[in-house]
């Protein structure tokens, strides 16, 4: 999808001029299989993949005015229409003397979406000049299975994914706004993936993975040499993402039934989040504002109060679960993993560039939430042993910087502000219970991992030469817990390990650091 104004062009109007690409959309696959008999073997495969391209655009040496309105580039896909997106649903069923059965369920959302100023193009406009690219993406997977055999065997896959690339560039001579100048890219995330497979029969044996991906980059970006300006208003850069990515794989049971195999039971589920996007907000050029500027880069927080962190339900979150029993033995094992380490930035300068907030100051603002949330649970009964092996690992290391670029020339105003702020949350549990008449032995390990990095600072031979206050401020706010749980029970032998541990450590620069550990 494709609006713009082509190179070489000269567009004035009286009024508004608003470029518009816009996108709504879905792709679905569903896919059902079942099979009845002595031996049977069934898959089911549905995959489903939304890669738009939405582009709103301004051409090289291109120029737009309007001499009483605004002037606005923007792209957008599903905007704030989280029903749309990308779904996959798979089940297979199967049943006999021998069964076994597949479920592959894949989801994709990557979109590019980007509203563009090219080389020595010039916006201006007496209200409001603006460039935004705004993206809701969603990728939906669920794998499920049913196997009824004398030796059945089960196995469910789900992968949920949202990537691409939401962009605002201007990288014109000059975008001029007299109301105020704006450049705006967001990316609004959600990947959930769930697998669950039931097997049944003498022998019975599954497997269940989940994965949720979401790994996006989303950038506002003015480029070096150009230039913002704005008489009687603010100039302002910003990135915003949000995102959350759920992985649950269903603890190899439908509707709260375990697996069951009269002679064993054998079992395994992973489970895995990741949130890793890029998140960058850029004044490379100059800019000068009758009032401030601001360029700020958030991810996971609220876009008023970067300093509140009010999207506490947006993380990684994995949850797996492995239960069965036997009158024989039962064994299984189940792990979690989740990963949230968003890299933020928020910049302002260069070789070349000059900022004058007139009336106001300048503001460089990066702030991330980063919170990962391991769950892992499993429960084996065997009439001769059982077996249980739980683990979970969660990682939250952000790495979020707020700076002013080295060489910048000048900048001025009534003060500047350059600030850094992140949060990360690393929780991991796991329950393992396993009991048997003879035997009974179980693991339960779980890992919580807090390493992030703030930085905000000035960079070297850089001027700054402003009215008010400078103050440079870099903040941590970081936690990680892991708790480890295990129970074991049997008339003969039982046995067990359970094991917890948190692993920190900050890197903050800053003229003000601040930081408070748990």
């Given at each position: 999808?494709?609006?713009?104004?082509?190179?070489?062009a000269?567009?004035?109007?009286?009024?508004?001029?608003?470029?518009?690409?816009?996108?709504?959309?879905?792709?679905?696959?569903?896919?059902?299989?079942?099979?009845?008999?002595?031996?049977?073997?069934?898959?089911?495969?549905?995959?489903?993949?939304?890669?738009?391209?939405?582009?709103?655009?301004?051409?090289?040496?291109?120029?737009?005015?309007?001499?009483?309105?605004?002037?606005?580039?923007?792209?957008?896909?599903?905007?704030?229409?989280?029903?749309?997106?990308?779904?996959?649903?798979?089940?297979?069923?199967?049943?006999?003397?021998?069964?076994?059965?597949?479920?592959?369920?894949?989801?994709?959302?990557?979109?590019?979406?980007?509203?563009?100023?090219?080389?020595?193009?010039?916006?201006?406009a007496?209200?409001?000049?603006?460039?935004?690219?705004?993206?809701?993406?969603?990728?939906?997977?669920?794998?499920?299975g049913?196997?009824?055999?004398?030796?059945?065997?089960?196995?469910?896959?789900?992968?949920?994914?949202?990537?691409?690339?939401?962009?605002?560039?201007?990288?014109?001579?000059?975008?001029?706004?007299?109301?105020?100048?704006?450049?705006?890219?967001?990316?609004?995330?959600?990947?959930?993936?769930?697998?669950?497979?039931?097997?049944?029969?003498v022998?019975?044996?599954?497997?269940?993975?989940?994965?949720?991906?979401?790994?996006?980059?989303?950038?506002?970006?003015?480029?070096?040499?150009?230039?913002?300006?704005?008489?009687?208003?603010?100039?302002?850069?910003?990135?915003?993402?949000?995102?959350?990515?759920?992985?649950?794989?269903?603890?190899?049971?439908?509707?709260?039934?375990?697996?069951?195999?009269?002679?064993a039971?054998?079992?395994?589920?992973?489970a895995?989040?990741?949130?890793?996007?890029?998140?960058?907000?850029?004044?490379?050029?100059?800019?000068?504002?009758?009032?401030?500027?601001?360029?700020?880069a958030?991810?996971?927080?609220?876009?008023?109060?970067p300093?509140?962190?009010?999207?506490?339900?947006?993380?990684?979150?994995?949850?797996?679960?492995?239960?069965?029993?036997?009158?024989?033995?039962?064994?299984?094992?189940?792990?979690?993993?989740?990963?949230?380490?968003?890299?933020?930035?928020?910049?302002?300068?260069g070789?070349?560039?000059?900022?004058?907030?007139?009336n106001?100051?300048?503001?460089?603002?990066?702030?991330?939430?980063n919170?990962?949330?391991s769950?892992?649970?499993?429960?084996?009964?065997?009439?001769?042993?059982?077996?249980?092996?739980?683990k979970?690992?969660?990682?939250?290391?952000?790495?979020?910087?707020?700076?002013?670029?080295?060489?910048?020339?000048?900048?001025?105003?009534?003060?500047?502000?350059?600030?850094?702020?992140?949060?990360?949350?690393?929780?991991?549990d796991t329950?393992?219970?396993?009991?048997?008449?003879?035997a009974?032995g179980?693991?339960?390990?779980?890992?919580?991992?807090v390493?992030?990095?703030?930085?905000?600072?000035?960079?070297?031979?850089?001027?700054v030469?402003?009215?008010?206050?400078?103050?440079?401020?870099?903040?941590?706010?970081a936690?990680g817990?892991?708790?480890?749980?295990?129970?074991?029970?049997?008339?003969?032998?039982?046995?067990?390990?359970?094991?917890?541990?948190?692993?920190?450590?900050?890197?903050?620069?800053?003229?003000?650091?601040?930081?408070?550990?748990?």
């Amino acid at each position: 999808v494709k609006a713009g104004v082509g190179s070489n062009a000269d567009v004035t109007v009286s009024g508004d001029a608003t470029v518009l690409a816009q996108s709504h959309m879905d792709a679905t696959a569903e896919v059902f299989g079942a099979s009845v008999g002595g031996g049977t073997l069934v898959a089911s495969i549905a995959h489903a993949t939304l890669t738009p391209s939405i582009t709103a655009s301004l051409g090289n040496n291109a120029a737009i005015t309007s001499n009483n309105g605004s002037v606005n580039f923007r792209a957008r896909h599903n905007y704030q229409d989280p029903d749309r997106g990308a779904t996959a649903n798979a089940f297979a069923g199967a049943g006999g003397v021998i069964a076994g059965s597949g479920g592959d369920a894949r989801a994709v959302n990557s979109a590019n979406v980007k509203a563009s100023a090219d080389a020595a193009s010039t916006i201006r406009a007496a209200g409001t000049a603006g460039l935004s690219a705004r993206a809701t993406e969603r990728a939906d997977a669920k794998a499920a299975g049913i196997n009824i055999a004398g030796f059945g065997l089960g196995a469910s896959v789900a992968g949920a994914s949202v990537g691409g690339v939401i962009s605002s560039e201007f990288n014109g001579n000059e975008m001029a706004g007299d109301d105020g100048v704006i450049i705006v890219a967001e990316g609004q995330a959600y990947a959930d993936a769930t697998a669950d497979v039931l097997s049944g029969g003498v022998i019975a044996i599954d497997v269940n993975a989940a994965s949720a991906t979401i790994n996006p980059t989303i950038k506002a970006l003015s480029g070096a040499g150009s230039t913002l300006t704005s008489t009687d208003g603010d100039v302002e850069v910003l990135a915003l993402s949000a995102a959350d990515a759920d992985a649950i794989v269903g603890g190899n049971n439908v509707g709260g039934i375990p697996d069951i195999g009269v002679v064993a039971k054998i079992g395994a589920s992973k489970a895995t989040a990741t949130i890793s996007p890029t998140v960058e907000a850029g004044l490379n050029g100059s800019a000068t504002a009758g009032d401030g500027i601001r360029v700020r880069a958030l991810h996971n927080v609220s876009e008023d109060a970067p300093e509140v962190f009010t999207l506490d339900n947006r993380r990684a979150h994995a949850d797996a679960e492995a239960s069965g029993g036997s009158l024989g033995v039962a064994a299984s094992g189940a792990t979690a993993e989740t990963t949230s380490n968003a890299v933020v930035s928020a910049h302002v300068g260069g070789a070349g560039a000059q900022l004058d907030a007139q009336n106001g100051k300048t503001s460089v603002v990066a702030a991330g939430y980063n919170k990962a949330d391991s769950i892992a649970y499993g429960l084996n009964i065997g009439g001769v042993a059982g077996i249980g092996v739980i683990k979970t690992t969660a990682t939250a290391s952000g790495n979020t910087q707020a700076y002013v670029a080295a060489d910048t020339t000048l900048i001025e105003g009534g003060g500047l502000d350059v600030i850094a702020t992140g949060n990360d949350l690393a929780i991991g549990d796991t329950t393992a219970a396993a009991g048997g008449l003879l035997a009974g032995g179980n693991s339960s390990e779980s890992t919580a991992t807090v390493n992030p990095v703030v930085k905000a600072e000035i960079r070297s031979n850089s001027t700054v030469d402003v009215g008010g206050s400078v103050k440079v401020k870099s903040e941590s706010q970081a936690e990680g817990h892991a708790t480890a749980d295990g129970v074991s029970l049997a008339g003969g032998v039982s046995g067990g390990a359970s094991t917890a541990t948190v692993r920190s450590e900050e890197r903050r620069v800053g003229k003000e650091c601040r930081s408070r550990w748990s």
